[in-house]
Nanobody
């Protein structure tokens, strides 16, 4: 069983930046897909970004503003969020896919407001 622990959420003004981190316990391979999803109040959880040895992918709404990176030795994944907008406000969840299995973190709140 893999545990995912997020950190780095908070309150930021529009146009500001935040950095989210996720640490995974257990055995993680480079082919395993790590990433971030988010869920805003009253909305469904949505894809934000993923990364694996095969490359990275972004939702259209965050591409050119967010950057996902991964430290394969430390089993961590980071989401650098720049030029934040109020519509980025959500709970952000770290996600790991190992084959057919999925793991989720507990979530971290990101609020973009003036």
């Amino acid at each position: 069983q893999v545990a995912l622990v997020e950190s780095g959420g908070g309150l930021v003004q529009p146009g500001g930046s935040l950095r989210l981190s996720c640490a995974a316990s257990g055995t993680i391979f480079s082919v395993d897909i790590m990433g971030w999803y988010r869920q805003a109040p009253g909305k469904q959880r949505e894809f934000v970004a993923t990364i694996s040895a095969g490359g990275s992918a972004y939702a259209d709404s965050v591409e050119d503003r967010f950057t996902i990176s991964r430290d394969y030795a430390k089993n961590t994944v980071t989401l650098q969020m720049n030029s934040l907008k109020p519509e980025d406000t959500a709970v952000y969840f770290c996600h790991l896919r190992k084959g057919s299995r999925e793991n989720w973190g507990q979530g971290t709140q990101v609020t973009v407001s003036s």
